[in-house]
């Protein structure tokens, strides 16, 4: 998940700096570290960065980022999900699991999930 987080963190910096929007990674408030925190002017965002292949896919949605909302002060929440998984039937049995946790926390917080395709695919050229 670490070249997940890496990826995200670049891609974030060069569109955030120019809008003067502060994006810190590994954010530790006391409940362990945040992947991470998105500071603007009038909004504040934690963000949770799993694979689809973790066996820690449910326990980021259902437990690290409530309680990195909660001890961040943080309702809008942001699940990012690297689907990197084949098999197509695991991979969406994993996010509608992953829906199904959003829609139980949802009284509580604003949440997002985004899901990337992370699969590796040949090149035009190899085909």
Request: one cysteine or more; a positive charge.
């Amino acid at each position: 998940e670490s070249y997940c987080q890496k990826l995200f963190h670049l891609c974030m910096l060069s569109y955030y700096n120019k809008w003067e929007i502060d994006i810190s990674p590994e954010v530790n408030s006391g409940r362990g570290p945040l992947d991470f925190k998105i500071v603007s002017k009038n909004l504040k965002y934690a963000i949770e960065i799993k694979k689809l292949s973790s066996t820690q896919y449910k326990h980021g949605i259902n437990t690290q980022l409530p309680e990195y909302g909660k001890a961040e002060k943080i309702k809008n929440l942001i699940y990012l999900a690297f689907s990197d998984v084949e098999d197509i039937e695991r991979r969406n049995k994993r996010i509608q699991e992953i829906n199904d946790e959003v829609n139980n926390l949802k009284a509580d917080f604003n949440i997002d999930v985004i899901i990337i395709d992370g699969l590796r695919k040949k090149s035009a050229s190899k085909y």
